[in-house]
Nanobody, 121 residues
């Protein structure tokens, strides 16, 4: 069983930055692919970024060049650094764990509860 807890959400002005963190409670963290998804009101949950166990990274086109994803296997955490934030980045952000860094929801077995990110214009 994998438990994921997100933190770091909040309110930020457009153009600002925010860092989200996800802490995982699992012994074999380094073997799991980790990802961030987001869901805006009235919209489907969508892929944001993923990182494989060895550290390969993948991003949605909408966040490339603005967001970075990183992991610390010793601390069992995965972070999402968000810069140049836009109002359209407003959403609940979810951390997920899966076997491979897939850009789709069904590629992940475990999910966190989510953390709200609000970007004001």
């Amino acid at each position: 069983q994998v438990q994921l807890v997100e933190s770091g959400g909040g309110l930020v002005q457009a153009g600002g930055s925010l860092r989200l963190s996800c802490a995982a409670s699992v012994r074999t963290f380094r073997t799991w692919a980790m990802a961030w998804f987001r869901q805006a009101p009235g919209k489907e949950r969508e892929f944001v970024a993923a990182i494989s166990g060895p550290g390969g990274t993948y991003f949605a086109d909408s966040v490339k060049g603005r967001f970075t994803i990183s992991r610390d296997n010793a601390k069992k955490t995965v972070d999402l650094q968000m810069s140049s934030l836009r109002p359209e980045d407003t959403a609940v952000y979810y951390c997920a764990a899966g076997l491979t860094p897939a850009p789709s929801l069904d590629g992940y077995d475990y999910w966190g509860q989510g953390t709200q990110v609000t970007v004001s214009s």
